[in-house]
């Protein structure tokens, strides 16, 4: 199983990134996806989201109207698109694959992502 992110990267503030995460090793269709981010000296804290079709996503209160998840199951691949980004969207970003009928969860290594001016 591998879950590897890319689109990290340096951006001003209220600039945008896109996040990708892809999947191998597991059936990508099979399993709820989820980002969540770490800021430096801090928790990692869950972000997005999106159900195995992708009908159903949630968002952290702190993203929402910003952030959008969406996933290409014909690609394994989850995305997070991030607009209007804030100096505290700094961190590292890290995809989640989750079953609750798995006794595991997956996780990526990160990504790393900095708003500064």
């Known amino acids: 199983v591998q879950l590897v992110e890319s689109g990290g990267g340096l951006v001003q503030p209220g600039g945008s990134l896109r996040l990708s995460c892809a999947a191998s090793g597991f059936t990508f269709s099979l399993w709820h996806m989820r980002w969540y981010r770490q800021a430096p000296g801090k928790e990692r804290e869950?972000?997005?989201?999106?159900?195995?079709?992708?009908?159903?996503?949630n968002y952290a209160e702190s993203v929402k109207g910003r952030f959008t998840i969406s996933r290409d199951n014909a690609k394994n691949t989850v995305y997070l698109q991030m607009n209007s980004l804030k100096l505290e969207d700094t961190g590292v970003y890290f995809c989640n694959a989750f079953n609750r009928n798995m006794p595991r969860d997956y996780w990526g290594q990160g990504t790393q992502v900095t708003v500064s001016p």
């Open positions: 869950w972000v997005a989201l999106i159900t195995t079709t992708g009908v159903g996503t």
